[in-house]
């Protein structure tokens, strides 16, 4: 017998992917035990070896492609747009606002750089990385820096960024990014209302 058709089984995908990355983010690659991933996403562990049998660097690719994808969406996608570099800028922000939330923001990319999770995720999330800067210093070049500075800016901008997102995990203040953020626009002379 042919089994039924699921009608939410795209929520219920999302919701287990949402499951491996909150795990992922919060106790890193090493530190995420099978267990700690079957709990999350409500997926028996054999049942996860058969869903992903590649295991747990499977597990891991998965929940990095999806929050790549977000981020793409959210963050990288606004600084590709026609629109002015402040605006642009300004929407950028709005989307790490959106990205991270306001909720114990925590940082997928960061915890899949340490431990072992390094030789798999690295080469990705270099990419990203790479991209993010280079996208912030095409903006910052349209505003008259020379091109260097714009680099050294833009790599500013994101270290402080994901310096907030470590401040918000040591504190447990949940407010440090987005304080982080206004400052970022105070700096770069962008209100909220230009995304």
């Given at each position: 017998?042919?089994?039924?058709?699921?009608?939410?089984?795209?929520?219920?995908?999302?919701?287990?992917?949402?499951?491996?990355?909150?795990?992922?983010?919060?106790?890193?690659?090493?530190?995420?035990?099978?267990?700690?991933?079957?709990?999350?996403?409500?997926?028996?562990?054999?049942?996860?070896?058969?869903?992903?049998?590649?295991?747990?660097?499977?597990?891991?690719?998965?929940?990095?492609?999806?929050?790549?994808?977000?981020?793409?969406?959210?963050?990288?996608?606004?600084?590709?747009?026609?629109?002015?570099?402040?605006?642009?800028?300004?929407?950028?922000?709005?989307?790490?606002?959106?990205?991270?939330?306001?909720?114990?923001?925590?940082?997928?990319?960061?915890?899949?750089?340490?431990?072992?999770?390094?030789?798999?995720?690295?080469?990705?999330?270099?990419?990203?990385?790479?991209?993010?800067?280079?996208?912030?210093?095409?903006?910052?070049?349209?505003?008259?820096?020379?091109?260097?500075?714009?680099?050294?800016?833009?790599?500013?901008?994101?270290?402080?960024?994901?310096?907030?997102?470590?401040?918000?995990?040591?504190?447990?203040?949940?407010?440090?990014l987005a304080s982080m953020l206004e400052r970022i626009r105070t700096q770069?002379?962008?209100?909220?209302?230009?995304?």
């Amino acid at each position: 017998m042919a089994r039924p058709i699921v009608k939410d089984a795209a929520a219920r995908n999302t919701g287990i992917v949402d499951g491996l990355i909150n795990v992922f983010k919060h106790k890193g690659y090493d530190g995420a035990s099978l267990s700690d991933l079957a709990s999350a996403t409500g997926i028996a562990k054999a049942s996860l070896y058969h869903r992903f049998p590649g295991g747990k660097p499977e597990l891991g690719r998965t929940a990095l492609a999806e929050a790549g994808r977000r981020f793409a969406t959210l963050v990288l996608k606004p600084l590709q747009t026609d629109k002015p570099a402040l605006n642009r800028l300004s929407a950028m922000l709005s989307g790490i606002a959106a990205f991270y939330g306001a909720e114990s923001p925590a940082c997928l990319m960061n915890t899949l750089t340490l431990g072992d999770a390094l030789p798999l995720f690295g080469k990705d999330i270099r990419n990203t990385h790479n991209a993010w800067q280079r996208l912030i210093a095409r903006a910052l070049e349209e505003l008259g820096r020379s091109e260097a500075q714009a680099m050294d800016e833009a790599e500013d901008i994101i270290a402080r960024i994901q310096g907030a997102l470590v401040l918000s995990r040591l504190s447990d203040r949940t407010g440090s990014l987005a304080s982080m953020l206004e400052r970022i626009r105070t700096q770069l002379g962008i209100g909220e209302a230009e995304g």
